[in-house]
C-alpha cells in the first residue's frame, strides 16, 4: 500500500523530529529561545491540522494515515508543547506569547475534537487498505481491537481537557468584552454594574512574594523532564513501526527524502537544531549574568519569587487557568482608563460644613490673640 509523503512523507516527519530536539533542548537549558520554539510548535501542528481536515473533508483519507497524523499530534501534545509555559521553568517567570498561547489553547482543542470524532466513527468510516491497520501500542496490536477503547479514552479526556480550557476562555473574554463596552459608555459605576465591576477587578492577579521549595520544585521539573524526554522517542518508534507495519511505501527509506518537498522540510528542522546547539555552546563558553530560572544553586533551599495569586475569581477552581483575565488585560487597547467618582452631594455639604467650623475657630482664635496684644500670622485655608 502507498503512503502520502505529502502528509507524512521522510522529510516531514525528519522536520518534525528535530523540531521536537530542538524545542526539548531549549526547554530545558535555553529559557531565551523557549517562546519562538513554542510558536514554531504551534505553527507545525497548525500545517498538519489544516492538512488532515483537508483531506478528510474530500474523503481521501484513509484510517491509517489519519493514525499517523494523530500519532504526530499527540508526540507534540505530551514532548514538549506548553500551553501556559509552566513545564518550561522551574520556578519563576518564563515569558511567551499571549497571542500563541491562545493559538495553542484553541489548537488542541480542535485536534483532541477531531481525535475524538476519528475513534469514535473515523475509523471505520474512512477508507480502509486490503489489510486491517495495526499501530504500535508496546507491541503490534490491531486498531480496531482493544486498542481503539484505550485510544477513545485519552481522546476523551484530552478533549474534556482541552476543551474546558477553550470554553473558560471564551466566556473570560465575553465577559470582559461586555463590561469593558458597558464601561466604555456608561463608566463604571452605572447601575448595578459596579458592584460587578468591582469583583471583576478584585479577580486581577496581585503580584507578590512567594516561597518556593527548591528541593520539591527539582522533584517535579526533573520528573516532568524525563516523562517528555521519554514520550519523544515513544512517539517516534510508534510512528515509524506504525508505517512499516502497515506497508506503506514511498514514505520510507532514502528514496523518500529526495523530493523536494521533503527536502525542504527536513532542512528546517536540521538547521534549527544546529542553531540552537550553537546558542547552546556559547552559553557553556561565557559566564551568565544573571541566572537563568532553570538553574539552581544545589545549596538552596528556599528562594523568594514573584507570583500572582488572585484574592477572587469567578474560575478560581482552577488554580492555573484563572489567568485568562489578567490575559486579556494584557493587550493595551482594552487597559481598563480610571475614571473620576462622583463625590456623593451629603459628602460634600459634610465636608464644606467641616471646612466652615474649621474657618469660625481660626477666626476667633485670631481675634483672641490680638486682644491679648500678640502677632498674628497669615494662615492660608
Not at 518564563?94 to 497571542?99: D, E, K, L
Not at 482493544?146 to 473570560?172: D, E, H, I, P
Not at 521533503?262 to 559566564?287: F, K, Y
Request: charged share 15%.
Amino acid at each position: 500500500m502507498t503512503g502520502d509523503p505529502d502528509l507524512y512523507g521522510l522529510g516531514i516527519r525528519l522536520g518534525v523530529y528535530f523540531q521536537w530536539v530542538t524545542a526539548f533542548i531549549a526547554n530545558c537549558w535555553v529559557p531565551e529561545e523557549i517562546e519562538s520554539q513554542l510558536d514554531a510548535n504551534t505553527i507545525f501542528m497548525f500545517a498538519i491540522y489544516v492538512a488532515m481536515q483537508r483531506v478528510t473533508l474530500l474523503r481521501t483519507l484513509r484510517s491509517v494515515d489519519a493514525i499517523i497524523l494523530l500519532q504526530i499530534s499527540f508526540g507534540y501534545f505530551f514532548s514538549v508543547l506548553s500551553l501556559f509555559g509552566y513545564r518550561t521553568r522551574l520556578y519563576g517567570k518564563i515569558y511567551i506569547s499571549t497571542v500563541g498561547t491562545w493559538a495553542r489553547l484553541f489548537l488542541t482543542g480542535a485536534i483532541s475534537g477531531y481525535s475524538v470524532w476519528y475513534w469514535f466513527d473515523g475509523v471505520v468510516a474512512m477508507q480502509q487498505g486490503p489489510c486491517p491497520p495495526v499501530m504500535f501500542m508496546f507491541a503490534k496490536v490491531r486498531v480496531l481491537g482493544w486498542a481503539r477503547y484505550v485510544w477513545k479514552t485519552a481522546a476523551l479526556l484530552c478533549a474534556g481537557y482541552f476543551g474546558l480550557l477553550v470554553l473558560v476562555g471564551v466566556v473570560s473574554a465575553l465577559i470582559w468584552a461586555g463590561v469593558l463596552c458597558h464601561v466604555s459608555f456608561f463608566g463604571p459605576q452605572h447601575g448595578g454594574w459596579q458592584h460587578f465591576w468591582e469583583l471583576v477587578t478584585q479577580s486581577l492577579p496581585e503580584e507578590k512574594d512567594m516561597k518556593v521549595d527548591v528541593q520539591q520544585a527539582k522533584k517535579s521539573y526533573h520528573l516532568l523532564r524525563l516523562f517528555n524526554l521519554v514520550f519523544i522517542p515513544y512517539s517516534i518508534i510508534a510512528i515509524e513501526f506504525t508505517i512499516n507495519w502497515n506497508h506503506l511505501q514511498s514514505v520510507t527509506g532514502l528514496h523518500g527524502i529526495y523530493p523536494t518537498g521533503q527536502l525542504i522540510p527536513a532542512l528546517i528542522g536540521a538547521a534549527g537544531l544546529g542553531r540552537l546547539l550553537w546558542v547552546l555552546l556559547l552559553q557553556s563558553t561565557e559566564t551568565p549574568e544573571k541566572p537563568r530560572s532553570n538553574v539552581v544553586d544545589d545549596d538552596l533551599k528556599v528562594v523568594t519569587v514573584k507570583s500572582y495569586q488572585s484574592r477572587f475569581s469567578p474560575l478560581d477552581g482552577f488554580k492555573y487557568h484563572s489567568k485568562f483575565l489578567y490575559w486579556i488585560l494584557s493587550f493595551s487597547f482594552i487597559q481598563r482608563r480610571e475614571r473620576p467618582r462622583p463625590i456623593p452631594e451629603e459628602t460634600v455639604e459634610s465636608t464644606a460644613a467641616e471646612h466652615v467650623t474649621e474657618i469660625d475657630a481660626i477666626t476667633t482664635l485670631s481675634a483672641e490673640t490680638k486682644q491679648q496684644g500678640g502677632n498674628v500670622k497669615e494662615i492660608k485655608i
